[in-house]
């Protein structure tokens, strides 16, 4: 489903991967992995409730942004990138950190800006902010041993201004002071149950930014993602902020 939206579309294609375009622009947010894009689930993947349908691969985005590694997926940007596309990504995303097989940033055949977690940048006349993202070290995302599941310092979120609507997707973080003050017309917050604000605190940041739409996405790609999106509209939508659900 493609959702219209103040001058420009929005497409949640599953997990982290959504898909923007304005007038003469067209962005992506970590596009790619676990089979989203690729018709197929990943190995070892139990999907369950939003699962790849289709082999994508447009060639048409001008401008894609990548929060960090656990959503840097080489393959998934050459499938959306267009030719003279720059790839605006986390300066922190260091592929000798996972055991995933992955080419470097430096590989990629696109121009690509590296930027920290407090930057603002202007690619092909659209503004982009990017703000930390992070799991708190006393919260309820860390490890068995203690430790954030995201520490501070691992990924960024990106605020960007598509055609003068500014759509913010947080990333792989916790509610962090400082998003509630964000001035944002689309919000496309996580809503999992794990890694991420769950639904409950997605909520109340909603509510807390006020909006002009919220289009929850990351969820239901597998069992630990899982979330009740109805629950999360319905509760969206009873404290007045309009939501929408981009589902198969």
Sequence with gaps: MTVRHDGITAEWLGYATLRLEGDDTVVYFDPGRYGVLT?????DTPGVGHPPTRDYAP????????????HYDPDG???VAGEDATVVAFEGINVHATDRDLDRLADLDYEVRKVSMEAD??????????MPAYNHEDGRNVKDDGNPIHPKGIGCGFLVSLDDT???????????????ELD???FVPSIAQNYTMNRHEAADLAEAMDPDLVLPMHYNTFTSLEADSGAFAEDVAKRGVPVVLDEN
Excluded: K, M, Q, Y
Aim: with cysteine.
């Design 121 to 130: 940048v202007l690619v092909d006349d659209v503004p982009i902010w990017t």
């Design 166 to 180: 500014r759509v913010f997707w947080p990333g792989d973080t916790d509610v962090l002071d400082g998003h509630a």
């Design 39 to 43: 018709g197929e689930w990943e190995p």
């Design 59 to 70: 060639n048409d985005g001008d401008i894609v942004c990548v929060t960090h590694i656990h």
């Design 77 to 79: 940007i050459r499938r």
């Design 184 to 186: 944002v017309s689309l």
